[in-house]
């Protein structure tokens, strides 16, 4: 697989260079986001990146994206990436990691559906018995599958800055209360319907998160990333077990390394060893395969 740590595209106006994806302007209606294989830890992007970890995300959020187009619209519009590239690119090398999308006015807020109890959800319910403001039953443990999948929003955060979890009436607050409705009936159709093909393909989808926008008549929509390993914790059926962390198909070996030395979090990140880099992007490549085929 192709390695592209930083996309170069001369000619075309770069709005943004997040962790992960750099997006373009192509006009005022059309976007080019570029999926690098830049590799990020508690919210700092590490100096190593992990080859083909753009385009295997691409290809999933592709195929997600297809899959659930009958029932949330989304932002891909089918054009042809290498029709848009600046003369002189090797298209090759963006044909699979990129896509181009819809210009949409996003929403201000992360879209998280939960189906089991883990993570931050899992710390919150310790505390509270509750997921942004949702009371839960009693005794329930770690990983556990919940009675039904729940909306558990958070906001969005800064670069650096972790994202933190909101109810449902301060998404009311923020966006206002149809929209606010729409967004978290579209996070649980789109949760529930994936949720069932992985069963299939024996993963597990614990909780994902999702982005919005809207478009100029004001449609929601779907965008950026979708069911990913960077968006959603996925553990493989088979080592599934109520009361541990299962194994995941995410950055869980770069994380499990990062532990174990005197780092602080904060930027510059450690480099991180090629068997820890293979191991992870080999996570990935299964992911895909699974999922899709």
Known sequence: MS???QS?????KLLHRGKVR???ALDSSHLLI?????????????PDAIPGKGELLTQLSNFWFAYTASLVPN???GIDVSSVLPVGVDAGLYARRSVVARRLRPIPIE?????YLAGSGWRDYQASGQISGIALPRGLRLAERLPDAIFTPS????????????DFDTVVTLIGSDLAKQVRDATLSLYRHAAEHAARCGILIADTKFEFGLDDAGQLLV???????DSSRFWPADEYRVGINPPSFDKQFVRDFLETLDWNKRAPGPHIPADVIERTRAKYEEALRRLTG
Request: no cysteine; hydrophobic share 50%.
């Open 75 to 77: 932002h891909l519009t």
């Open 3 to 5: 390695l592209l740590v």
């Open 155 to 166: 906001t969005k955060a800064a670069a650096g800055s972790h994202d933190e979890a909101i």
């Open 34 to 46: 570029v999926a690098t294989d830049r590799l990020s830890a508690f919210d700092v992007v590490l």
């Open 8 to 12: 170069d595209l001369p000619g075309l």
């Open 111 to 115: 879209a998280v559906a939960r189906g």
């Open 223 to 229: 965008m950026d990333e979708m069911l990913t390993p």
């Open 22 to 24: 750099d997006v373009y």
